[in-house]
Every structure is written in C-alpha cells, then in structure tokens.
C-alpha cells in the first residue's frame, strides 16, 4: 500500500504540467459547447419567432383602401397617401376630382362660400396677395394665420391688425405658400367670399364664375420662384377642367378698391411659364 502511494505521488510529481493541461483542455472545451448551446437556443428561438411573424402576416388580410378620386379600391400598401386621403395613381392624386377638390392640395374647408349659380362654369381666375400680419412672412413663417383667417378661427389677440380684420368673413378657393405650399379651402364647385364687389369686362359679381387664388405675399417684395411654378402648375391642372379659363388680378376686376396682386407680381413670368396664350390676359401682360 506503500509502494503503491510513493508510486501515485511520484507520477503527479513528474506530470504535474500535463495533467494541468489537460484540465484546462478539458475546461475550454467543456466552455465552448456551453456557449455553442447558448447560440443555438438563441438562434432556435429567433427562426420560430422570424416562423410565427410570417405565418401571421400571411393569415392576416391586407387592409384595403378607397381612390378619393375614382373610388377604385385597392391595398393600402399600393396606395399613394395625401394628408388623410388614398389615391390609386399620381395621375389622380395630381388633379381636380369629381367634387372640385384637388388632391395633392391641404383641404382646410371653409365655412365661407355659397353655390354658384345654376349651371355656371368658372371661366376666370382672380390672382390676389396677401399677408397676415402685414409683411409678417418677411421674418416668420406666417402662413397658419391666412389658414386661420379664413376659417374663422384667426385668433385676434396674437397681433393688432387681427383685431382690425375679425369681423371680416373672407375665403379663396387656394392658397399658395412661399414655400410653395398648396392649400385649398372650397371646391371649385362653389363660390368662394374672395372678389368682393368686383366687375370683369362688364360683368358683375366675379364672385359667381371665378376661382380666387392667394399667393401669400404684399406689394413690396418679390414672390418666391417656387411660387410661380406652383401657380404654373395649379393653372394647367385647373385649365384641364376649366379650358376657358382667362386670367386677372384682383385691381384688374375691382380697380381703385384693390391692388393686389400688385407691382411685385411678374405676369409675363407667368405666362411664359404655362406657355399661356396671351389672348387670356385680357388686362395684358404689364406690372401693374
């Protein structure tokens, strides 16, 4: 029993180093199957969670929407979106519908307007100015105020020339940004409160057969660029309605009342950009 310890004790004694070796081979690789389980129940756990999304997506319905403007139903992922709306194509988003509204516009309805008269068609179209307050795009942007305005809600508070102008009861059927913006407030359907007493080559009341619009902006500084291609743009998808569409300012239909659009509104840059014909301009081309 002896010999037999001296001989165990003798053994460790000489192995000392391999033995330990060993232990630590053994160690690492015991470490590393561990881990590699780890992995694996890991990866095996996110395949069935990647399994169980795919069989729910496949079960669930694709939600489906309607064109506003064809009424043409299809999934709300092949689906153009404006503000709230679904549309089937540019083509569709891009132009008036059957209810006088523009799709690619901001609907902010209005409680300002009337029906037109039986069976009259807009034939002009009343460009005008404005800035609420005065200039006040000039250092801010300004353009929920007009918003605002012409949705009754204009706060009178926020500034004095607001106070001077609550009482008033005003609408356009568009309004153009500075950045170019494209807001719309009535159908063209209806009559929007924009002319006032107003006459276009004798005939009274431009209200009834015009569509008003707004380019934010005064008489004193130049319009933005981008809001002459949006107006450009406006123009030719309201003309592709409205085909006998002539063009005036505000001054031109009310002179000695209005001034707008005023000496900073380029009508040749205008027309050139439409490529408009000239014959529907009937107060010519001139700053004025």
Known sequence: MLAADLFWKSFFREHDILIKWLLLFVGAGALYLWIKGKKQTKLNTSEAAKIKAERTKAVEPEVIVQCHHCSLHLPQSEALTQENRFYCSQEHRDNLDNQGWLGSAAWRLSPNQDIRPSALVPDLVVIHHISLPPSGFVDRVSTQFIVDFFQNKL???????????????????????????????????????HAGVSSFLGREKCNDFSIGIELEGDSDHPFEDIQYSTLTKLSAQLNAIYPKLQFAGHSDIAPGRKLDPGMQFDWKKFQSKNNIPVEKFPFGLDQR
Request: hydrophobic share 40%; charged share 20%.
């Open 155 to 193: 706060d009178a508070s926020l500034h004095p020339y607001f106070e001077e102008i609550a009482n008033q009861k005003v609408s356009s059927h568009f309004l153009i940004s500075r950045r170019g913006e494209v807001f719309q407030f009535v159908s063209t359907h209806n009559k929007a409160w």
